[in-house]
């Protein structure tokens, strides 16, 4: 079974901080992605990303930047966490670039609340 | 913007009835999925019809797919507890070169509550 972890389920932070989340998936993955969801506008395209060091700005960039170093591997980074930030991060993956988009498979979502 | 809109917002039956939730898109797409959310978790695949298909089961769900009015459904049949989640419909545009973007689209969702 595929399996996309996320490294944290809940995370509190001060205005300010930097914020690291980090995922990893374990199928060798070509695609990789970052959502927010946030109550009443559904998921939101972050970025996303189709081979290593390789990225594609989704929707909603601001605010944000990633990291794929490792196949495996694709981080989200708040330079400076905002409390408009606050709210479920999921990643996700899929298989093939190229082709029409296929079936993803997401992590457990990571909670962030920024105070 | 968003490609997909989930109509209803919300949903409650009983156990036993069929649940029927609808999604509209604006744009030519290459196929249409449905994802599944239980409370406070990741979003699991249930199903992907493409451009080319009118209908599709598997299991306990039909989806049906008409690209001329721009919209999909997705039935449960006889629906049980275990059925309450949210349910999202996402698309994967056709681009001006007439493939993929490579990325799904993801509408607001329907919440469905199952009563026992």
């Known amino acids: 079974d595929v399996k996309v972890t996320q490294s944290s389920r809940y995370l509190v932070k001060r205005t300010g901080e930097k914020v690291f989340l980090e995922c990893v998936q374990d199928?060798?993955?070509?695609?990789m992605f970052w959502y927010r969801q946030d109550p009443g506008l559904g998921l939101r395209l972050i970025y996303f990303s189709y081979d290593v060091k390789m990225k594609e700005k989704g929707d909603i960039p601001e605010g944000y930047s990633v990291s794929r170093e490792k196949k495996e591997r694709f981080s989200l980074i708040l330079e400076s966490a905002s409390t408009n930030q606050t709210s479920m991060y999921l990643c996700?993956?899929?298989?093939?670039?190229?082709?029409?988009?296929?079936?993803?498979?997401f992590g457990e979502g990571s909670r962030l609340t920024v105070l | 913007s968003q490609q997909g809109e989930e109509d209803p917002q919300a949903l409650s039956i009983q156990e036993g009835e069929n649940a029927t939730m609808n999604c509209s898109y604006k744009?030519?797409?290459?196929?249409l999925q449905w994802y599944r959310q239980n409370s406070g978790r990741g979003l699991v695949h249930l199903i992907l019809i493409r451009s080319n298909e009118r209908e599709k089961h598997s299991g306990r769900l039909r989806v049906t797919l008409d690209t001329s009015k721009k919209s999909s459904s997705l039935l449960i049949t006889a629906s049980r507890a275990a059925d309450t989640a949210s349910y999202f419909c996402?698309?994967?545009?056709?681009?001006?070169?007439?493939?993929?973007?490579?990325?799904?689209?993801f509408g607001q969702g329907t919440i469905l509550t199952v009563h026992p």
């Open positions: 996700a993956s899929s298989l093939l670039f190229g082709l029409p988009a296929g079936e993803l498979f």
């Open positions: 744009t030519s797409i290459n196929n």
């Open positions: 199928m060798d993955h070509e695609n």
């Open positions: 996402a698309t994967d545009a056709v681009n001006a070169g007439g493939t993929s973007y490579g990325k799904l689209t």
